[in-house]
């Protein structure tokens, strides 16, 4: 069993603090002057004066070693700040800076090592004055060491990471080297600076729908116009345009203007949107660089962003062998930061989806009339007894809407060209498992419940697609 190290024996804490974080190394310079040592060691024991010459030339490494170790400044006279955002999205680079303060202003040869949590990474960028540098040792890639010269007692380093995984994480300490003087020893300090940053799902799409006009949606690029097609909702009043439904013209307001007006009918707002997100063992399998969990979070946010901009409530349980956290219904974009910070650090657990439960949760909670967006996985569905039979309950007061993230390993084995028996039996079994999700798909729509089984890539688009469907047909 592992001991805390605020329990530790003392000497043993003692010796760690000493001899790994504030022990003094020796530089190449040092290292280069003690193996030219060999010439004059070699002259002394050519001229019978060997021992003389070793004492001789290793006092001297001694004597300037000490010199040098003298002029360097007390480590608690060092002290570093962190400047860093409190929050950012998954996969996004972001940039921290790291600022060296010394209170005896000396020129100095500095190294900084910052305190990464593990699942942090990515391209490092050192920025400085014009001499900084920085380590690219890629066995060190993951914490970075950034070299710079320290001039007036101050320097200012910067470096680019990003977060691999959501959730909160803690950066504890900088560990930092430092030389001056004669360059033959660098001191070791390790520096208390804690921080913490909240790695949120990937926003960009949420920030789209977020920024596009009130009329049009903008996601991934593309333009998504709120259909026309009627609703029980005045809306506003326009020019008649050639193909109008002429039971639209609005008589009054053409007598005023002397020419054909209509009036624009919007699906009825203050419909609910109920999200259902599945944390169970199969959605922590990583998917091109993302767990399907990820994925789900950021289709569901942009879906929630969508259903929100357009006037409607929306609420959210996630579940896995049983409810993880529940948000109660409501409107408005202020909602959508109380979704984000509900579910930002959720994670995937070692049990199966339990449907029964959260299906449950939504026939007790959710009286009034709601669409129910299921993002879960497709071998749960396949493998699920009790899901057809809460669906078609569940649609009888409710819309119901199944998504699920397609295999690309399936996809590409299925239409792999067999040139062996080997790779024969797997594309049959590709081709069976291929076949089986279809057939899913089709019994699933012929009972009246829409189940889309799309890349991970696709998955928010269709997400609000269906949605957009079924509120401009009132469906929900």
Known sequence: MTTSSKRRWPPYRFLVKRLLHEFVVPTNRLLLLAAAGVVPLGTGYALGAGTAAFWGWNGLLLALGIADVAM?????????????????DLGQPFEVELEL??????????????????????????????????????DRARTPVLCGRMEAGRLRLRYETYGGERGTYHFAAVGVRYSGGLGLWKKQARLECPGDIRIYPDMSRVRGVLGSMQAALVLDGNRHSRRQRGGSEFESIRDYQQGDDVRH??????????????????????????LLLDCGRRTGTWLDGQTKLDRALEAALTLAAVALKQGDSVSLAAFSGSIKLAVPADKGLRHLHTLTEAVFDLRSEPAEANYGAVFSHVLQTQKKRSLLVLFSD??????????????????????????????????????????????????????????DRRAYVQKMAGQGIPVLDVPADRLALSAVNAYLDLKAKDAL
């Open 72 to 88: 360097l400044p007390r480590r608690r006279h060092m002290s570093v700040q962190r400047l860093m955002p409190e929050r950012a």
């Open 378 to 435: 497709m071998e749960s569905y396949l493998h699920d007894r009790e899901l057809a039979a809460y669906a078609l309950r569940l649609r009888r007061s409710h819309s119901l809407l199944l998504l699920s993230l397609s295999d690309p390993l399936l996809h590409g084995w299925s239409r792999v060209m067999p040139d062996s028996s080997r790779t024969a039996y797997i594309r049959s079994a590709a081709a069976k498992f291929t076949a």
């Open 249 to 274: 013209i609005h008589w009054q307001a053409t007598a005023r203007t002397a020419k054909l007006m209509t009036s624009v009918w919007q699906p009825e707002r203050g419909k609910t949107v109920t």
């Open 101 to 138: 303060k010394c209170g005896e202003p000396r020129r100095l040869h500095v190294e900084l090592a910052d305190d990464l949590p593990l699942v942090f990474g990515g391209a490092l960028i050192g920025v400085g004055d014009p001499d900084t540098d920085l380590d690219t040792d890629p």
